[in-house]
């Protein structure tokens, strides 16, 4: 893990939306709690006390005097509940002490705070003394977004909310149909298939009886996924979804789908089907057969749609501007409100799936979509290295710049790397890159199949850890160890595996 501070490289560093500076020469500037609020809400960093900033944006340090005092100040307000709603600090692990030029400077590791405790605010004021950081410094949050941190302590997610007002003759029947029959085909002679539509809804999360009535309801994630759109701002006044087409340059846009339109239910299972078709349509599908029979669906055609499903599932629907999905020739476009729960950072990392809409996740992944174990985003930039595609970019946008949101973005154009293949020596570098593809998932496998012969009761998920791999990687070692005839399941014990 990249550290945020290093003595060594003291005249190097500038102010950013990780580090700040205070001079702290007449004792703790009040300053330093609202940096201490915003990196807790934002990403973390470093607050470095008896450094100064000149016009250029060096550092030089300015002293501190009695810094025993000063420290003991310093953890006198961090234990102070009226000062600030919560202390994240361990005095042996986040404070340290440095001689710099003559000058003793005090570096305090601010961590991000979980979401249980965020937002975190100072002065015993939830709303006026909650902070969030961007490159430009310290902001105040605004009410939507501190409201926005609070709905996100809960781990019971916004979606799973009983509508009580409303019954489940809000839903678009037709709606409910087409996912019952794509249902159906994922899950053929289940017994859910047999279930009466109150019961099948109740089952996918879509209803809850959990009423004082006793009776069946919608939930938040039934209304959005089948409701229509007039109902559904009942519930979310800021509800909006779009996907625009913009292949053409001089044309505003070539195909455009909006949830205020009267030709359509306006809902989100709708729009998942419609977009989904229409962003998969003209992507290339390579001449491959498996079986003589040709793919069409390809693993660029799942990231998408893995792409979108992680757009709907990490939405706050309670914000401003909606979902927003636009597709260029060179690249694809998903805008939802609200920032990642578990942060940009773990997202790309994977493993860990916190989606804002775990009940509306469920229902997709019910139809074979998204990847619930969190490896979805890093198995989409593995994808895209792989087609040798420009890397995927993932964007956080708050504060002064406009409403809250999360963007990702798809190059559909390669990487400067491939664009330079053009001649004979090209093909070589082609061939050294699938090489080293290959050895990697070779030594992926062989990792695997060690740990495999080492305890044979051993989960896909543990693997995944032991490994450091992907859902996807893991699975698809082990299908590549049960082709070679190195491994079989063994039916007498559940996840057990025999060494053959």
Known sequence: MKKLFELSKFNEYKEDNRR???????????????????????????????????????????GMKDISKLKKNFWNQ???????????????????????????????HVPVADREHKPVFINGDLYKGSFKRTNEGDYHCTREEVQAMLRDQSKTTMD????????????????VKAYREWFNVEHKNNSWSKLSNDEFLERIGAASDDTKDRQLHPTAAGLLMFGPEYKIIREYPNYFLEYKAHMVPTVRWTDRIQSQSPDWSGNLFDFFTMVSAKLTRDLDKPFLLNEMVRVEDTDIHKSVREALVNCIANADFFLSRGIVIEKYPDK??????????????????????????????????LLGFGDHAGSGVPDIYETWEKAGLKTPTIEEHFGEEGPTKTIVNLPLVKNDRTKKVSNKTSDTKTRTTKEEIDKKVKERTYAIYKEICKNPMVKNIELEKLVGATKRQVELSI???????????????KGGWIIL
């Open 332 to 365: 694809i476009t998903f805008k939802n409100p609200g920032l990642s729960i578990v942060g940009k950072k773990q997202m790309l990392r994977g493993g860990d799936s916190e989606p804002r809409n775990s009940n509306i996740m469920k229902m997709l992944n």
């Open 479 to 493: 299908n590549c160890l049960k082709k070679e005839g190195k491994i079989k399941k063994e039916e007498k014990r």
């Open 20 to 62: 700040e500076v205070k001079a702290a020469q007449g004792g703790l500037p009040s300053s330093l709690w609202d940096t201490y609020s915003s990196m807790a809400n934002t990403y973390g960093g470093v607050i470095i006390c008896g450094v100064k900033e000149r016009q250029d944006g060096t550092w030089f340090t300015t």
């Open 78 to 108: 961090a234990n102070d509940p009226s000062k600030v709603s919560v202390n994240l600090l361990v005095e042996e692990r986040d404070i340290e002490e440095y001689e710099v030029n003559g000058d003793v400077i005090l570096v305090i």
């Open 160 to 175: 799973m909310k009983v509508i009580e007002n409303m019954e489940l003759s809000v839903f678009d029947m037709e709606s």
